[in-house]
T-cell receptor, first 114, second 120 residues
Framework: AQTVTQSQPEMSVQEAETVTLSCTYD???????LFWYKQPPSRQMILVIRQEAYKQQNATENRFSVNFQKAAKSFSLKISDSQLGDAAMYFCAYRYQGAQKLVFGQGTRLTINP | GAVVSQHPSRVICKSGTSVKIECRSLDFQATTMFWYRQFPKKSLMLMATSNEGSKATYEQGVEKDKFLINHASLTLSTLTVTSAHPEDSSFYIC????????????????FGDGTRLSIL
């Protein structure tokens, strides 16, 4: 069975600094997708960034980038120049090719200190 | 693009009442919709997956007769909590995804805003 683990229940960072959220997963599949979702206090789940496992290049979306290490089954999220609006719960998620449902990690609560 | 609307955002009702929650994909055809339940400070727990025109597939431990799911069209799915009790109080979230065409095979799920259900 596939599992996703986020080992940091809470993280905090000073505004304008960089923070990295960790995510590891376990799978025997070779083709899959990885996602980071953000859930702010408003509770809506927002897609932050996604990575296809067959791509070696790490995905980047503005201030958000990932460090995808396929052999290590690691998928960390780096947030640069942290802003107050980045404060939220962050969930790492996995879906293998051909599957419909996502497997979510436990989440990491990110606090931004002004 | 890829907007999912969930309604209502909050429901407060008496024990024994049945409550219907709607999930609509506004600008794409959702071949698959998902219903999640989220407890405070916890991750999302998948309740069921529904494909348009067919019966929903429920996760283990989810009561089919308690949580009725209908996915009658490519833009609408409903979750009905029947004879709701206080233990059904929770945050319910829907999401939608399109599998139309090979270019959509890597499409992510798009989430609604969620519904806070409180049973008195």
């Amino acid at each position: 069975a596939q599992t996703v683990t986020q080992s940091q229940p809470e993280m905090s960072v000073q505004e304008a600094e960089t923070v990295t959220l960790s995510c590891t997963y376990d799978t025997s599949e070779s083709d899959y997708y990885l996602f980071w979702y953000k859930q702010p206090p408003s509770r809506q789940m927002i897609l932050v960034i996604r990575q296809e496992a067959y791509k070696q290049q790490n995905a980047t979306e503005n201030r958000f980038s990932v460090n995808f290490q396929k052999a290590a089954k690691s998928f960390s999220l780096k947030i640069s120049d942290s802003q107050l609006g980045d404060a939220a719960m962050y969930f790492c998620a996995y879906r293998y090719q051909g599957a419909q449902k996502l497997v979510f990690g436990q989440g990491t609560r990110l606090t931004i200190n002004p | 693009g890829a907007v999912v609307s969930q309604h209502p955002s909050r429901v407060i009702c008496k024990s024994g009442t049945s409550v219907k929650i709607e999930c609509r994909s506004l600008d794409f055809q959702a071949t698959t919709m998902f219903w999640y339940r989220q407890f405070p400070k916890k991750s999302l727990m998948l309740m069921a997956t529904s494909n348009e025109g067919s019966k929903a597939t429920y996760e283990q431990g989810v009561e089919k007769d308690k949580f009725l799911i209908n996915h009658a069209s490519l833009t609408l799915s409903t979750l009905t909590v029947t004879s709701a009790h206080p233990e059904d109080s929770s945050f319910y979230i829907c999401s939608a995804r399109s599998d139309r065409g090979s270019i959509y095979s890597n499409q992510p799920q798009h989430f609604g805003d969620g519904t806070r259900l409180s049973i008195l």
